[in-house]
C-alpha cells in the first residue's frame, strides 16, 4: 500500500465501500440452529472457539420452503428495506451524474427482464429447504440475491471516488458461490451504469483469496492502462449453499462462513495521494505439497471448501519468509517498517497462525480480528472489509498521517 517511491507510479484505492447481508445471526442461534438440524453435541463445540459474534446472511439457515420460492420477474426487495446505511447526501460529481437517492432504493432496470428465460431455471423450489437444494438451484439463488449487493457497494464506492460510472474503462469481478455468465455481471452495466466499452475481467474459484487476486489485477490494470479507472467487485454468498451433514467440516463451515459484497474504484497515479491507499506492488506465491490446505469444488449438490487441518502450520512455516523476502527484494524494506497488516480473517486459527509466522502481536491485526468477530469469513471480499476498517481508522485520526508515508501489507490465502 502506501511506499515511498516506484519507478512504475502508483495504483490509488480513491473509493471503497461494503455492504452487509439482510439477515444478522449470532453465534448462538446459529448453534441451536444446527442442533435442531440433528448435528451432535460433540461438532457443535466448534462454535465455542470461532470468536464470532454475529454474522449477515442473505438466507438464514433455517429457511422454509416458502421463504426460498423466489420470482425474478419481481425485483429484489433487499436494498428498499435495509437499514444499514442512509442514502447518501451528494448534489452530483464533477461528471454531472447525480446519484444522490442510491442506496435508498435501486434504479429500475434499463432492460427489461425476460420471464421466459427465468422460467426454465426452476427458481421455485416447492417443498425443500435450504439442504435440498440441488447445485443449479443454489445458483439461481445466488444470482437473485447477490444483485442488489453488487448494486449497492459499486455505486456507493463510485460515489466516494467521486467517479462517474462511464468512466469506467475496467470491470474486475470476483466470486466462488456463484456462476451463470453473464447475468452476474450485468447489473454493473444495467443498473449501475458502468459504460458498454468498459472491458470485463471474471475472476472465479480463487477461494479466499479472490478479494487480494482482485486487487492484484486491477492493481496491473491501472498501471498498463494508466487512463483506464478500474472497478472491481467482490461477491460472496455461502449461505445458498448450506447443507446439514453430521460432519466436523460442515460444522466448521456453518460456524464460520457468511455472506457480503466489496467495491474498490482504482486509478493510476504518477505519485502518493496524501490520506488514500497507494499499492505499490503485489507478489504470489505457489507453495509446493499444501495442496490439501484449501480445496474448492463443485458436485450436484452445493460448491464445496475444505479446509485441512494442516493449513495454520502451512501458514506458520511459510508466510514470514516469503513476506520478508518480497518487502527485502523488491521494496527494500523490512517488517518492522510496517504499520498496517490487512489479513484475511480465516478464523482464529489463521489470524494466530499468521501472527506466529510475523511474530506480531494481536493488536497488530486488530482490523482483522475486528471483521471476524462482526461478520465471520465471507470468503473473498472479507479482506476488503479489513482494508475498510484501515481506511476509517486513519481518516479519523487525520493527524497521524501528516508529513509521513506509512506502510502496510493486505494477506490472503487460496488454494494452491
Not at 221 to 233: D, F, S, T
Request: net charge negative; proline share 5%.
Amino acid at each position: 500500500m502506501n511506499k515511498t517511491n516506484s519507478n512504475r507510479g502508483f495504483c490509488i484505492i480513491t473509493g471503497l465501500a461494503t455492504c452487509k447481508a439482510e439477515h444478522t445471526l449470532t453465534q448462538s442461534e446459529a448453534a441451536l440452529i444446527c442442533k435442531e438440524k440433528i448435528i451432535s453435541e460433540s461438532n457443535l463445540e466448534v462454535y465455542n472457539n470461532t470468536r464470532i459474534k454475529t454474522r449477515n446472511l442473505v438466507i438464514p439457515p433455517d429457511s422454509t420452503p416458502e421463504e426460498l420460492k423466489v420470482n425474478p420477474s419481481i425485483p429484489n426487495p433487499y436494498v428498499e428495506k435495509n437499514n444499514y446505511a442512509s442514502p447518501l447526501q451528494v448534489e452530483k460529481l464533477d461528471s454531472g451524474l447525480d446519484l444522490t437517492t442510491f442506496p435508498a432504493s435501486p434504479p429500475e432496470s434499463k432492460t427489461p427482464l425476460n420471464e421466459k428465460s427465468f422460467e426454465s431455471q426452476s427458481y421455485g423450489y416447492t417443498g425443500k429447504t435450504i439442504d435440498q437444494l440441488q447445485l443449479d438451484e443454489r445458483f439461481n439463488l445466488f444470482e437473485h440475491y447477490s444483485k442488489a449487493l453488487i448494486i449497492d457497494a459499486s455505486k456507493r464506492a463510485l460515489i466516494k471516488a467521486n467517479v462517474n460510472p462511464q468512466d469506467i474503462g475496467e470491470v474486475v469481478f470476483v466470486t466462488n458461490t456463484g456462476f451463470h455468465a453473464p447475468h452476474l455481471q450485468q447489473p454493473l452495466f444495467e443498473e449501475v451504469g458502468i459504460s458498454e466499452d468498459a472491458v470485463l475481467n471474471n475472476l472465479m474459484g480463487m477461494g479466499c483469496g479472490g478479494g487480494i487476486s482482485g486487487l492484484r489485477l486491477g492493481y496491473e490494470h491501472c498501471l498498463a492502462n494508466p487512463e483506464r479507472i478500474v472497478l472491481l467487485v467482490v461477491v460472496d454468498i455461502s449461505s445458498v449453499h448450506t447443507t446439514y451433514r453430521d460432519t466436523k467440516l460442515d460444522v466448521i463451515l456453518h460456524a464460520i462462513f457468511s455472506d457480503g459484497c466489496a467495491a474498490a474504484v482504482m486509478k493510476y497515479s504518477k505519485t502518493e495521494i496524501p490520506g488514500k491507499l497507494c499499492i505499490d506492488g503485489q507478489f504470489s506465491k505457489f507453495v509446493p505439497n499444501t495442496k490439501d490446505g484449501i480445496d474448492v469444488t463443485f458436485d450436484a449438490e452445493s460448491v464445496k471448501c475444505t479446509l485441512s487441518k494442516n493449513l495454520p502450520n502451512y501458514i506458520k512455516q511459510g508466510l514470514g519468509k516469503y513476506v520478508t523476502d518480497f518487502l527485502k527484494n523488491k521494496h527494500n524494506m523490512t517488517d518492522s517498517e510496517i504499520s498496517h497488516w490487512s489479513i484475511h480473517p480465516g478464523g482464529t486459527k489463521i489470524l494466530e497462525a499468521v501472527q506466529a509466522a510475523m511474530n506480531l502481536a494481536e493488536d497488530d491485526l486488530q482490523d482483522s480480528w475486528n471483521v471476524l468477530n462482526e461478520y465471520g469469513n465471507m470468503l473473498a471480499p472479507s479482506v476488503l472489509y479489513v482494508m475498510e476498517k484501515l481506511m476509517e481508522r486513519l481518516e479519523q485520526s487525520p493527524t497521524s498521517l501528516e508529513n509521513q508515508t506509512q506502510h502496510g501489507v493486505a494477506i490472503s490465502f487460496s488454494p494452491g
